[in-house]
């Protein structure tokens, strides 16, 4: 019903098939989970919006809701509502307390670990709420009001915004650390009822990555209770979840899962540094300008006072002396960091919290004079001693930044390994034919090494500026020819950013008819392949070129425009738009 709009308006329609015949109006409800629409059915948002098209367009119903149609015909009985039940549970609601039976359909796996986790969040709940109260209500009016109104900053964290919400709710004037405690006081709350999103009970294992995230929101929560109650829960937390089981015996249970993927998952301002000082080991710039770190959820803002960076043959050191601030909670430190590179994957990065300037010249220059004599040994020897065990290592990095760092490490290794493939492949492409040719299999090690290389030619050749498409299809022939295993997913994606790169640059320029062309010589030659290519994007583009180029050039008679018209037709009908 998915893939068709007309198919799913004419199924809406059928519950208008009963009509009475005294009916003064009909209302056809429909209740379904927006995530349906383009998250986990793709497409599925342009589905519903040409089934709403359609439905207007034909006359055959009319969108409304329920305040206008109770306006328009007051309701003349009531419904008594079932408390406790859900679409997704046929127990009620125990989906989200109790191992009910309701799941995903992973066949031999229990949930028994949903009862202990929900009591684990409900004591958390439970030990930070009256004291929250308590503590809050030394600055603010109204605690729990300013808790509902807080979403007003969530959508809004500039300086003046705080201060209006601040101004709005506090009780009497407050320092600058008494609003941060606020902050912290809302945003402990916050986390506190973000733990309990739906998801984190819904699926079947508790190592899954919603039921992780859901953990994830209470660990924040217990580190902001230990900074603003002096409440520290976590002991007591693991505790309970250790009676949570898991299906997946290297996670054991609850606790086990909190340790490995939660707790290392725990940013304070000390790891914010040390992050960014590792990523320095690894880049040649050298700003004084602000560097932003949005993508991880919390925003943190580090600017560098001092960078210093050296270079001993494959060694690399990097000393820095910054102010991290979070944008969130406005805490801010003042940090000395030093970050050894060893090579390979041997990083070491010391952090000193609240650092002052004496303290940061004093072991930057031992640091930095070992290190210049190329006493390597004896540079590493210092960090204990000014750092203590405040240390941190590319295993402390961010996923996202430990996958930038080790495609950095590795790259003069793959760049070798991509030369023998290169030569192998081309001492044996003729024999490899030969071979598929007579049906006998070729031997693994030359189908590897064909394999690595033509996907990377693929691969290269759509992230060309201006692609060859005639040498893109015969390099997919020969690909075809040599049986070779291609690298579907990862092609697939490149190939439809690629096209919509295309489609971008004919919105800029859509009167050309050679670009139109290449675009759709382009699909064609990538239909050649396995793939599964994500139109959305650049069917959107299609359309807007359609209102404003297409309709207009359609009605013009002169040769030009009909020429351009119908390469603009084929090219929408290669990637599955109706223009008419």
Same mark, same amino acid.
């Given at each position: ?6 198919? =799913? ?13 005294? *009916? !003064? ?43 206008? =149609?109770?306006?328009? @015909? ?13 679409? $997704? ?30 009591? +684990? ?7 930070? +709420? ?17 808790? *509902? ?6 959508? /809004? ?26 902050? !912290?006081? #809302? ?41 603003? #109650? ?13 009676? %949570? ?24 301002? &000390? ?10 080991? =690894?880049?040649?710039?050298?700003? /004084? ?31 820095? @002396? $910054? ?31 609240? %650092?002052?300037?004496?303290? @940061? ?36 990095? =961010? ?29 044996? $492409? ?11 299999? &070729? ?33 997919? $022939?020969?690909?075809? %020819? ?74 013009? !008679? ?12 084929? #090219? ?9």
């Amino acid at each position: 019903m998915l893939s068709n709009g007309e198919v =799913f308006a004419n199924r809406l329609m059928e519950g208008f098939q009963n009509e009475p015949a005294d *009916a !003064k109006a009909l209302l056809s409800n429909m209740a379904s989970d927006g995530e349906i629409y383009g998250h986990h059915r793709a497409h599925g948002d342009m589905t519903l919006a040409y089934c709403l098209y359609y439905l207007q367009s034909k006359n055959l119903a009319r969108t409304t809701n329920y305040a206008e =149609f109770l306006e328009k @015909y007051p309701p003349e009985f009531e419904v008594e509502i079932k408390e406790n039940t859900s679409w $997704s549970c046929s127990h009620g609601v125990e989906r989200w307390r109790t191992d009910c039976g309701c799941n995903t359909g992973r066949v031999g796996w229990h949930q028994a670990w949903r009862k202990p986790l929900r009591e +684990a969040m409900n004591m958390i709940r439970d030990e930070i +709420a009256s004291k929250f109260e308590s503590e809050a209500a030394k600055y603010l009016k109204d605690p729990w009001n300013a808790r *509902a109104n807080y979403v007003d900053v969530v959508f /809004d964290r500039s300086k003046e915004n705080v201060q209006r919400f601040i101004d709005a709710q506090k009780s009497r004037d407050l320092s600058e650390d008494e609003k941060k405690q606020v902050i !912290k006081l #809302l945003e402990m709350e916050r986390q506190a009822m973000l733990m309990f999103t739906s998801c984190g009970w819904f699926f079947d294992e508790i190592s899954g990555i919603e039921t992780v995230q859901v953990m994830m929101y209470a660990a924040r929560a217990m580190q902001l209770a230990k900074q603003v #109650l002096g409440l520290d829960l976590e002991n007591k937390y693991t505790k309970m979840l250790e009676q %949570a089981p898991s299906n997946i015996r290297e996670f054991e249970n609850g606790a086990q899962t909190y340790h490995l993927l939660v707790k290392t998952a725990v940013v304070d301002l &000390s790891k914010i540094g040390a992050q960014s000082t590792i990523l320095r080991l =690894f880049s040649n710039e050298k700003t /004084d300008a602000p560097i932003n770190i949005r993508q991880y959820g919390c925003c943190f803002t580090i600017t560098d006072k001092e960078l210093e960076r050296r270079d001993a043959g494959k060694f690399r050191l990097v000393i820095s @002396y $910054s102010n991290v601030r979070s944008a969130i909670t406005f805490d801010e430190e003042m940090l000395a960091c030093a970050a050894i590179w060893l090579g390979d994957r041997n990083v070491s990065c010391g952090v000193k919290v609240d %650092a002052d300037e004496a303290f @940061y010249k004093t072991m930057k220059d031992e640091i930095t004079e070992r290190f210049s004599k190329g006493e390597i040994n004896e540079a590493i020897m210092l960090m204990p001693k000014y750092f203590g065990t405040n240390n941190y290592s590319l295993k402390d990095v =961010f996923r996202d930044d430990q996958k930038t760092i080790l495609n950095i490490i590795v790259q003069d290794a793959v760049k070798k390994a991509t030369e023998l493939n290169e030569i192998i492949y081309r001492d044996n $492409s003729a024999f490899l034919r030969f071979m598929n040719e007579i049906r006998i299999p &070729s031997p693994k090690p030359f189908r590897t090494a064909t394999d690595i290389v033509l996907n990377d030619k693929i691969r290269q050749m759509l992230a060309t500026e201006e692609i060859n498409v005639d040498e893109l299809s015969k390099l997919i $022939s020969d690909s075809k %020819a040599l049986l070779i295993e291609f690298e579907s997913d990862i092609i697939s994606l490149e190939a439809g950013e690629k096209i919509v790169k295309e489609f971008t640059k004919l919105l800029d320029a859509p009167s050309d008819s050679k670009k139109l062309e290449n675009i759709d010589k382009l699909i064609m030659a990538l239909n050649q392949l396995p793939l599964k290519l994500d139109l959305w994007h650049a069917q959107n583009i299609a359309f807007e070129i359609a209102q404003k180029t297409y309709k207009p050039l359609k009605d013009k !008679k002169d040769e030009d425009s009909q020429k351009w018209v119908l390469a603009y037709e084929k #090219l929408c009908k290669s990637i599955g738009i109706m223009l008419d």
